[in-house]
């Protein structure tokens, strides 16, 4: 009631402005929840990748040193078929996996679940390079020549080509339903496209360089638009080209800084990775600012985590793969062995030891507030052991503590309310309210704020808040990379690092999306999917892409459950698929064979 006297007829749109694209969002937030964000998918990730893990008896294990080789061209014949060559392939693969996850992805993992977040990153990673390897192999098997002399590959191919002898007899039915499968898949591609690959990776880009160097967003996007066209216009061999020389220089840039950090903290290390490993099966308790996290919230966020920093099992490496030369399918599953390991298991983990040795991930910072992640409690909580178990139960959700309703008073940015903020899963302090000018100054608040729920509307009042609560994604990697001999001179690496690992990343999926197109529509739609891909990268760089977001977690859902679908349904021809090879590769290298028997017999 107190709260409908304050609006009155003529302030109703403070509540009614909230709605449109915020609405829009958790609705599209309720989908997610449902599939990519639930339960059920983590499980089916990760079983598919256990499945095969035994299946096929620890293949990631077994042909690691293999894979290398094939990566070196030593295997390579001179009428291999393909438009790449296996390390191209492999660059342009992981220019697409290694990106903001590996800077942020991290970061917001240990942020959720503590520590222990990071282990469960680890183990993902290696049961997703069997994944990955069985992915690539069948969609590589059953790539196709295009009409412009280009291969085209994917999940989408085998779906169709293949044959599924679990149909049984209706032969007919069984390529009806996997034909909608792959349209489904190529469908969800061209979406995933621009919600992972293009739209929200020029926003991280433009915000970091508007942050760090004070540059117009709207400048940014227009110089990387126009770099983004001349690549992606040449096709995939100048993109093959630019990744195989992008790619390993941000990788080196990265790991110098992120070593800077690990050196000059070394003495954190040790009980760092103790941290890590010591909680795996218990949870984190609250440290710091770090209001503690259970086994399941930790479990949940590492598999999440490190499912989508290298996407195996999503069906967006394989197509890039496709592109590779070879003259049988399996020595390129080999090389897709190596992606989740260089992508998770050796630049995540040293993302993570970083954030972990240098102390940034349970201390408080001074930052400007997400009002998404602001909630308001009913009740004030002390700093207490007590008090953060209650908050971090709730925030767990494994219940309720009670939220806020009302009118937030505020007088000179003060709140004057009984109550506690939680900002960034962490209690928040020393907090001012501001009121944005028009000429972009602030100015201390007085008057009233709505709260629902424990949420803010303020309408169309511009209201900034400030204060000191943990950080999480690049803010918080950003943060540790200070805490190196480089000084605050680090922040500029995270800086670079998310240019090139993003953009690098758009790079790759304009090809993925490229790829899907010509599927659906033949080589007559590449021209116009690569035009409409490099202006909506250009004005995604200033315009607000939080729906998209949301909208690419449900995109690559609807790829990776089609995609499980079909290798599993396939388990069977892989693993013939796989025993030809070897006894094929036996034939051809046969010196290769005599010292394996030596190698045994030692």
């Known amino acids: 009631m107190q709260l409908l006297e304050y609006l009155g007829t003529n302030n109703q749109h403070l509540l009614l402005n909230a709605f449109s694209m915020e609405t829009l969002n958790e609705i599209l937030g309720t989908i997610d929840g449902y599939i990519g964000g639930s339960n059920w998918f983590v499980f089916a990730l990760l079983g598919t990748g256990l499945f095969f893990t035994l299946f096929l008896k620890f293949p990631q294990l077994r042909y690691f040193k293999h894979a290398l ?82 291969m085209a590959g994917g999940p989408m191919y085998y779906m169709k080509n293949a044959e599924f002898k679990i149909f049984g007899k209706n032969k007919a039915m069984g390529k009806k339903i996997m034909a909608g499968m792959a349209a489904v898949f190529a469908f969800a591609t061209v979406l995933s496209s621009f919600g992972t690959g293009s739209l929200p990776q020029i926003k991280s880009i433009a915000d970091s360089v508007h942050a760090t160097f004070g540059i117009e967003h709207m400048h940014t996007g227009a110089v990387l638009a126009v770099l983004l066209g001349f690549v992606i216009i040449g096709g995939i061999q100048r993109i093959a080209k630019i990744t195989e020389k992008l790619v390993p220089g941000m990788a080196l840039i990265y790991l110098i800084g992120a070593l800077s950090v690990i050196f000059y903290n070394i003495d954190n290390v040790i009980p760092s990775l103790v941290d890590v490993f010591a909680h795996v099966f218990t949870g984190t308790a609250a440290v710091g600012g770090f209001l503690g996290a259970g086994f399941a919230y930790a479990f949940n966020r590492g598999v999440n985590r490190g499912l989508f920093s290298n996407e195996a099992g999503q069906g967006s490496a394989p197509i890039a793969h496709a592109s590779a030369k070879a003259h049988e399918p399996v020595s390129e599953g080999m090389v897709a062995i190596l992606e989740p390991f260089i992508d998770t298991i050796v630049i995540c983990t040293i993302t993570g030891l970083t ?37 971090g139960d709730h925030l767990s959700e494994k219940h309720e503590e009670p939220m806020f309703s009302g009118l937030l008073n505020v007088q000179d940015g003060n709140i004057t309310n009984t109550l506690t903020i939680l900002h960034a899963r962490s209690i928040a302090e020393d907090i001012t309210v501001y009121l944005e000018q028009e000429d972009g100054s602030q100015v201390p608040y007085t008057g009233k704020v709505i709260v629902e729920d424990g949420t803010l509307k303020p309408g169309e009042q511009a209201i900034v808040m400030q204060g000191k609560s943990l950080l999480h994604s690049s803010p918080l990697t950003a943060e540790a990379f200070k805490r190196s001999f480089f000084g605050d001179y680090g922040q500029y690496i995270i800086s670079i690092g998310l240019l090139l690992f993003a953009f690098s990343t758009a790079i790759s999926w304009s090809y993925y999306g490229d790829r899907a197109i010509t599927y659906l529509f033949g080589a007559k739609g590449i021209l116009p999917f690569r035009i409409v891909y490099v202006v909506a990268f250009f004005f995604a760089s200033f315009a607000d892409t939080t729906v998209i977001w949301t909208l690419s977690g449900i995109t690559i859902a609807l790829m990776t459950i089609p995609n499980l679908i079909g290798i599993l349904l396939l388990h069977k021809e892989m693993k013939e698929t796989v025993d030809n090879y070897w006894s094929d590769f036996e034939q051809e290298w046969p010196e290769e064979k005599k010292r394996k028997l030596s190698k045994e017999k030692a």
């Open 69 to 150: 080789k094939i990566v070196s061209g030593k295997y390579d014949k001179a009428d291999d078929e393909g438009d790449t060559s296996h390390f191209q392939a492999l660059a342009t693969a992981l220019s697409g996996t290694v990106g903001t996850g590996n800077i942020a992805g991290v970061a917001y993992a240990i942020y959720l679940g503590g520590p222990a977040a990071l282990f469960w990153m680890i183990f993902t990673a290696f049961l997703g390079m069997t994944t990955k390897f069985v992915e690539v192999t069948l969609s590589h098997k059953y790539r196709e020549k295009t009409d412009d002399g280009t």
């Open 355 to 391: 954030i972990l040795s240098s102390g940034v991930w349970n201390e408080k910072f001074e930052n400007t507030f997400q009002f998404s992640e602001v909630s308001i409690m009913a009740q004030q909580y002390e700093d207490s052991q007590e008090d953060r178990l209650k908050l």
